[in-house]
């Protein structure tokens, strides 16, 4: 079983930073290390010989912009980097490295990464609440450089993520009960803009969901995501590349979706994975019929129905994707369900907000 690393962190937003750069430094370092080989290794194998340098440009350039984009979380960001002895350009273009190596390259070989979300509605919820779940699936090397940050700011909300080590919002709950989760896509529509974990830190700050979709949606993305934002009131995903947003709204069916695009406006999309196929269909086949719970929800995450290509990847399946960590939000409660690893292989844990 997987265990989770989880600190509480306070204060400024810089204070905040500085608290996890201390308690993580070594996986931080650690994983800017590990992240650059892995990126160079992906930009040699398509022919790409300077993504170092290209990488670091390209952070610089995201670093600025972060600052006038979200200053709080721009000083969160100098104050992990200045407590773990790292550059924050470099930090910040390798945390976002599925928009980055974007960016630089396309390739529509099908890299075989990405994640399982679902929204659940009430009306299909034991407890009539709402439920808000995923899995984060990607290079299995960093499941160990996975943490969890309660952060209890002076200003804003209280928060609770999973994310790396270093990193910014993932998948999360705020004490308003505005869930925040993500799965990747790949698209030829990319641009200089912000990354999509950055995205994520800021809109776990709002208050609504609604909120929280508007400032994506308004945003200067970099590449394609889906985005999916809830509360107690309802839920929203969004299937963004970095210039359109396709909204999918949560009605009585459950939302789900893996890695590639569902809308017909993306047509210039990544052609669809065998596992993102696969874990689309399973999981709305899990979903077609009954009534679920936290532990229903649970088990639907943990699906090992077809090996390697279930919704919960593990480790030694032997692929070069895992399942990296697990998210589940009930946003009528204010709790935040998470574990680091499979679903069915980790120790989770529960964190009441508000």
């Given at each position: 079983?997987?265990?989770?690393?989880?600190?509480?962190?306070?204060?400024?937003?810089?204070?905040?930073?500085?608290?996890?750069?201390?308690?993580?430094?070594?996986?931080?370092?650690?994983?800017?290390?590990?992240?650059?080989?892995?990126?160079?290794?992906?930009?040699?194998?398509?022919?790409?010989?300077?993504?170092?340098?290209?990488?670091?440009?390209?952070?610089?350039?995201?670093?600025d912009m972060l600052a006038d984009w979200d200053p709080e979380g721009h000083q969160e960001h100098a104050g992990?980097?200045?407590?773990?002895?790292?550059?924050?350009?470099?930090?910040?273009?390798?945390?976002?490295?599925?928009?980055?190596?974007?960016?630089?390259?396309?390739?529509?070989?099908?890299?075989?990464?990405?994640?399982?979300?679902?929204?659940?509605?009430?009306?299909?919820?034991?407890?009539?609440?709402?439920?808000?779940?995923?899995?984060?699936?990607?290079?299995?090397?960093?499941?160990?450089?996975?943490?969890?940050?309660?952060?209890?700011?002076?200003?804003?909300?209280?928060?609770?993520?999973?994310?790396?080590?270093?990193?910014?919002?993932?998948?999360?709950?705020?004490?308003?009960?505005?869930?925040?989760?993500?799965?990747?896509?790949?698209?030829?529509?990319?641009?200089?803009?912000?990354?999509?974990?950055?995205?994520?830190?800021?809109?776990?700050?709002?208050?609504?969901?609604?909120?929280?979709?508007?400032?994506?949606e308004d945003a200067t993305r970099m590449a394609a995501h889906t985005y999916w934002l809830a509360d107690e009131?309802?839920?929203?995903?969004?299937?963004?590349?970095?210039?359109?947003?396709?909204?999918?709204?949560?009605?009585?069916?459950?939302?789900?979706?893996?890695?590639?695009?569902?809308?017909?406006?993306?047509?210039?999309?990544?052609?669809?994975?065998?596992?993102?196929?696969?874990?689309?269909?399973?999981?709305?086949?899990?979903?077609?019929?009954?009534?679920?719970?936290?532990?229903?929800?649970?088990?639907?995450?943990?699906?090992?129905?077809?090996?390697?290509?279930?919704?919960?990847?593990?480790?030694?399946?032997?692929?070069?994707?895992?399942?990296?960590?697990?998210?589940?939000?009930?946003?009528?409660?204010?709790?935040?369900?998470?574990?680091?690893?499979?679903?069915?292989?980790?120790?989770?844990?529960?964190?009441?907000?508000?």
């Open positions: 079983m997987y265990d989770l690393p989880y600190i509480t962190v306070t204060g400024t937003p810089k204070a905040m930073g500085r608290q996890q750069g201390d308690a993580f430094g070594d996986h931080i370092r650690s994983l800017v290390a590990h992240r650059m080989q892995e990126n160079v290794n992906y930009f040699a194998e398509r022919g790409i010989a300077d993504g170092h340098h290209r990488l670091l440009d390209i952070g610089r350039h995201m670093n992990i980097s200045a407590a773990a002895g790292v550059d924050p350009a470099e930090l910040l273009v390798l945390l976002n490295m599925t928009d980055t190596r974007d960016l630089i390259c396309f390739s529509g070989a099908g890299d075989d990464e990405g994640c399982t979300a679902l929204l659940l509605p009430a009306s299909r919820s034991r407890d009539d609440q709402l439920i808000a779940a995923q899995t984060w699936d990607l290079n299995r090397g960093d499941l160990q450089h996975v943490v969890c940050v309660e952060r209890r700011p002076d200003a804003g909300p209280c928060t609770a993520s999973v994310s790396v080590a270093g990193g910014p919002t993932l998948i999360g709950l705020n004490e308003h009960g505005v869930w925040v989760g993500t799965t990747n896509l790949k698209t030829r529509r990319v641009q200089s803009g912000i990354g999509y974990m950055s995205l994520l830190h800021r809109a776990i700050r709002q208050r609504t969901h609604t909120d929280a979709a508007a400032l994506i009131h309802g839920g929203v995903e969004l299937e963004c590349t970095s210039t359109t947003v396709v909204r999918r709204t949560l009605a009585d069916t459950p939302l789900v979706q893996t890695n590639h695009c569902l809308a017909e406006e993306h047509e210039d999309a990544e052609p669809p994975s065998e596992s993102s196929l696969h874990r689309c269909v399973t999981a709305n086949a899990l979903l077609a019929d009954g009534l679920f719970d936290a532990d229903g929800i649970r088990t639907v995450l943990g699906d090992r129905s077809e090996d390697a290509l279930s919704i919960s990847r593990h480790p030694e399946d032997g692929e070069a994707t895992a399942t990296n960590a697990c998210g589940m939000g009930v946003p009528a409660t204010r709790t935040f369900h998470t574990c680091r690893g499979p679903a069915d292989q980790g120790q989770w844990i529960d964190i009441v907000l508000g």
